[in-house]
């Protein structure tokens, strides 16, 4: 596992203690076909960083 605790590591670099300390990056598994675009959005929010931002703002 590589990109599980470079992802920890970014947000708790970047993010306040009493929020990163709350924060826990696992894997995930889809059990159906119809999660996938969903998944999809979250993966281009995470890419482009405005996951990240929405997350910080609460």
Sequence with gaps: ???HPA????I???SLP???EQVQVGATQFSNQ???PGA?????ALYNGSLLV???QG
């Design 18 to 20: 009493a929020y990163s």
């Design 34 to 36: 119809g999660t996938m």
């Design 7 to 10: 992802i920890a590591s970014c």
């Design 54 to 56: 929405q997350l910080l």
């Design 40 to 44: 999809a959005l979250v993966k281009e």
């Design 1 to 3: 596992e590589i990109l």
């Design 12 to 14: 708790h670099q970047r």
